[in-house]
C-alpha cells in the first residue's frame, strides 16, 4: 500500500518535471534526437524544453524563467545545434564563431562546453569551445584563430579576445545566449555585456544575418531589464507568470499561460516581488542559532548526517573565501572532544568525510580539479562560497546548507537549487541568528516557506561521557546545552594551541563581518551589523577572544552604539525572548 503510494507520488512527480512527447516531435535533427536518447539518456523533454525549444528554433527572441535543476542548458544548446547544423554548405572553422553562450563563472563555463562536446559527437564540422578568466589566453587566442563554432565565454575574457585578438572572426554569429543573466549582471559585468552587444552589433541586425539572442535563469528580475531591452527584439516569454511582466496586456489561456509576449512595445519590465519557482520535492527548513552557537551547531548537523548515511553528498555554503578556507581546515583537522572519555574517538575525525573546497580566491586549476572531483565523487562535503550557487549540476547532492545567510532571496533559490534536481528528492537548511528570523518574512514574499529543523533532539541524540542527553538533565537554553558548551570548549581549545588555525579564524572573522555590513537595501534591516555581539562572532570562529577589526577606534564605535541601540531595544525584546526561551527548552 505504501509503496503503491510512493509509486503514484514519483509518477505525479514526474509528469511536473517532463512533457508527453519526445524531441523530435520539437522539430530537432534525428541525428540529435538520437544522440540525446542513446548516448546521454534523455527520453523526453523537461516541460520548460517542450515549451521552449520550438520557440527557439523559430529564431525569436525568447527570455526562459524556469526552477533549478529542469534542463535550462539543453533548452537553448539542442535548438543552436540543431539551426547550425541546418546551413548549407556546412560551416566551416575558417568562418569563426556562429554562436555565443554568456555564462558568469568558471564552473559553468566548463560544465556548459562539456554538455555541448556530447551534444555534438555526430556533427564534427560544429566546433563548440570555451575562453574564460584564468586560462592562457594566447592558448585561447589559437583556438580562437583556428575557429569555434560555439564559443561558451565568460564576459570580462570575452570582451578582452573582443579587444585584442584580431583573428577573432565573429561576423557570422547569429546567436547570443546570456545563461544565468541576472548573475552575470550582479557580478558587475553589467559594462562589459554593452561593450560586448556594442562590438558585436545590435539586437537588430548583425550583418547580413538576424540575430536572435536569448536570457535565461531561474530568477529574472529587474536587474535583467536593461539587458533585455537592450539585447531582445520584441521577446517571448517562457515560464514568466502575468505578475512579473508589467504591463500585461493579454489574456492568456493553455499552453500560452506559460508563454506571454509583450506585443505592444517589445519592452520587457520584468518585476522582483514575485514568487520564485522552486522544486516541489524540495524540503527546506530552517535553524535558529544563536551566534555563539553557530560553529558547534553547524559541526553538530555535519557530523549527523555523515554518520548517518554512507554516502552523502552536501554543499555548505559561506559569505566569504577566508570563512570557507577557515571551516575547510578545521573540519579536515579537527578530532572532536578533548574530554570525550574513548581514546579511539579522539583519533578520529570529528566529520569524518571527504571534503572539498572552492571559492574565487583558488588558483583556477584548483578549482577545477575541486569541480571535478565533486561532480563524481558519491560521497564528500563541499564549503562554497556562492561561485557555486549558479547554474552548478553536481549528481546526487542531497542536502544544501546556507550556514552563512544568502542575502537577496534569488541568491537562496539558486543555492537551494544544486539539491532536488529534475525531480529528485533533497533538503535544505537555512543557519538564521535569532535576531535574523525576519528574513523568513522576506523569503516568504517570493513564495518559499521554511519549516524548523528540530535542532534540540538532534543535540539531545549526542552521547556525552556515554550518556545520552535527554538522560542528563532538562535545560532552558541552546548556548547551555552540555553538547554545546563541551563542543564549543573543544573547539576553543584546538584553534588556541594551532597557530595556524588561529590565524585562518582571525581573518575569517575579520571579513565575515565586513560581509555581514554589506548587505544590501531593505536586507540591512534584517542583517544589522550592530545588533552582533562581536564576542560571540569570534566564538563562532572558535576564538577565545574578539580580534581587532580595523583599529580600536571604530570597535569601540560599534560597541558603544551597540549599546544604546540594546539599551532600547531591551524592553521591547525582553518579553519575547524570554517566550522564546521557554519555548526552546519545552
Ligand atoms: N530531457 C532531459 N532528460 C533527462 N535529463 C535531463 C534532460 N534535460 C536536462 N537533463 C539533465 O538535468 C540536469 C539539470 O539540467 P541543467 O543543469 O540544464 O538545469 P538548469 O535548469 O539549467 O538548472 P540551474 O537553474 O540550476 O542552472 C542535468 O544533469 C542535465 O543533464
Known amino acids: 500500500m505504501v509503496d503503491e503510494k510512493e509509486k503514484k507520488k514519483n509518477e505525479n512527480d514526474v509528469s511536473e518535471i517532463f512533457a508527453s512527447c519526445d524531441f523530435s516531435s520539437l ?8 544522440q540525446m536518447r542513446d548516448r546521454m539518456g534523455y527520453e523526453a523533454p523537461t516541460i520548460i524544453q517542450s515549451q521552449a525549444i520550438p520557440l527557439i528554433l523559430s529564431g525569436k527572441h525568447v527570455l526562459v524563467n524556469a526552477a533549478t535543476g529542469t534542463g535550462k542548458t539543453l533548452t537553448y544548446l539542442a535548438p543552436l545545434i540543431h539551426q547550425l547544423q541546418n546551413i548549407q554548405p556546412r560551416i566551416q572553422r575558417s568562418s569563426g564563431t556562429f554562436a555565443l553562450v554568456l555564462v558568469p ?74 545563461d544565468e543573466a541576472d548573475r552575470i549582471l550582479e557580478l558587475g559585468f553589467g559594462k562589459e555585456i554593452e561593450e560586448i552587444i556594442d562590438i558585436l552589433g545590435s539586437r537588430h541586425k548583425a550583418s547580413e544575418f538576424v540575430r536572435q539572442n536569448v ?26 507568470d502575468d505578475n512579473k511582466i508589467k504591463p500585461s496586456t493579454k489574456q492568456v489561456t493553455s499552453l500560452e499561460s506559460a508563454i506571454e509576449r509583450l506585443e505592444n512595445s517589445g519592452k520587457v519590465a520584468v518585476t522582483t516581488d514575485g514568487e520564485y519557482k522552486l522544486p516541489a520535492q524540495l524540503n527546506q527548513r530552517y535553524v535558529k542559532v544563536p551566534c555563539g552557537s553557530r ?87 563541499l564549503l562554497s562560497t556562492d561561485v557555486s550557487a549558479r547554474g552548478l549540476d553536481f549528481p546526487k547532492v542531497k542536502c544544501i546548507i546556507q550556514y552563512d545567510s544568502p542575502g537577496e532571496a534569488t541568491e537562496y533559490v539558486h543555492r537551494v537549487g544544486r539539491t532536488a534536481r529534475l525531480g529528485e528528492k533533497g533538503d535544505s537548511l537555512l543557519f538564521l541568528q535569532p535576531i535574523e528570523v525576519d528574513y523568513l518574512e522576506e523569503l516568504k514574499k517570493h513564495g518559499v516557506m521554511l519549516t524548523e529543523y528540530p535542532l534540540l533532539k538532534l543535540l539531545d541524540s549526542f552521547p556525552l561521557y556515554g550518556v545520552k542527553q535527554h538522560h542528563v538533565k532538562k535545560f532552558v537554553s541552546l548556548e547551555m546545552h552540555p553538547w554545546v558548551l563541551s563542543l564549543q570548549k573543544s573547539l576553543e581549545s584546538f584553534i588556541f594551541t594551532e597557530a595556524k588555525m588561529k590565524k585562518l579564524a582571525h581573518n575569517a572573522f575579520c571579513s565575515w563581518v565586513r560581509a555581514y555590513s554589506a548587505h544590501r537595501g531593505e536586507l540591512k534591516s534584517i542583517f544589522m551589523v550592530k545588533k552582533l555581539h562581536l564576542g560571540h562572532v569570534a566564538k563562532s570562529f572558535a576564538l577565545k577572544e574578539q580580534p581587532s577589526l580595523v583599529g580600536r577606534s571604530v570597535q569601540k564605535k560599534h560597541t558603544e552604539k551597540r549599546k544604546r541601540d540594546q539599551k532600547t531595544l531591551k524592553v521591547k525584546e525582553g518579553l519575547k525572548k524570554k517566550r522564546m526561551m521557554i519555548n526552546e527548552g519545552d
Open 295 to 381: 560553529l558547534a551547531v553547524l559541526l553538530s548537523v555535519l557530523k549527523n548526517l555523515f554518520t548517518g548515511e554512507a554516502s552523502q553528498k552536501i554543499v555548505v555554503f559561506f559569505s566569504t573565501c577566508d570563512a570557507v578556507d577557515f571551516h575547510h581546515a578545521l573540519i579536515s583537522q579537527f578530532h572532536g572532544l578533548s574530554n570525550s572519555k574513548s581514546e579511539t574517538e579522539t583519533r578520529e575525525l570529528f566529520v569524518k568525510c571527504n571534503i572539498l573546497r572552492l571559492h574565487g580566491n583558488m588558483k583556477h586549476e584548483d578549482r577545477v580539479k575541486t569541480f571535478n572531483a565533486f561532480k563524481t565523487e558519491k560521497s564528500a562535503l
Open 215 to 240: 536570457l535565461l535563469s531561474a530568477t529574472l528580475n529587474d536587474k535583467v531589464n536593461h539587458l533585455a531591452n537592450i539585447s531582445l527584439d520584441n521577446p517571448v516569454m517562457i515560464g514568466l
Open 27 to 34: 522539430g530537432l535533427h534525428p541525428a540529435l534526437c538520437d
Open 105 to 178: 563563472t568558471h564552473e559553468l563555463c566548463m560544465q556548459v562546453y562539456e554538455t555541448l562536446q556530447r551534444l555534438l559527437h555526430r556533427f564534427h564540422w560544429i566546433v563548440p569551445g570555451y575562453i574564460m578568466g584564468g586560462e592562457n589566453r594566447s592558448k585561447e587566442k589559437a583556438r580562437l584563430r583556428k575557429g569555434i563554432s560555439i564559443l561558451v565565454a565568460t564576459p570580462g575574457r570575452l570582451l578582452d579576445h573582443l579587444k585584442h585578438t584580431e583573428s577573432f572572426v565573429h561576423t557570422n554569429l547569429r546567436s547570443i545566449i546570456f
